[in-house]
């Protein structure tokens, strides 16, 4: 079967049909939210032991702030 013999069949089917089929092939392509959850969960438990570890410092709100302005002052935003 050929994607146009995919397509053509899903032209075929009712509204609803076709709603249901683009639901299952759109979360076909989804990631595992668990996975994605204990991902975040690794950056944010490394992120921290550098903080506790003096590794990296942290920044003010004024100077987080000024960087995240001067960055988007050299982009011409």
Do not use: H, K
């Amino acid at each position: 079967m050929t994607v146009a013999d995919v397509i053509r069949a899903a032209m075929a089917l009712t509204p609803e049909e076709r709603s249901r089929v683009a639901d299952v092939l759109y979360d076909a392509d989804a990631p595992d939210q668990a996975e994605v959850d204990a991902a975040w969960a690794a950056v944010a438990a490394r992120r921290a032991e550098e903080l506790e570890s003096g590794e990296v410092t942290g920044l003010t709100r004024e100077e987080a702030d000024a960087y995240l302005d001067a960055r988007r002052a050299a982009r011409g935003a």
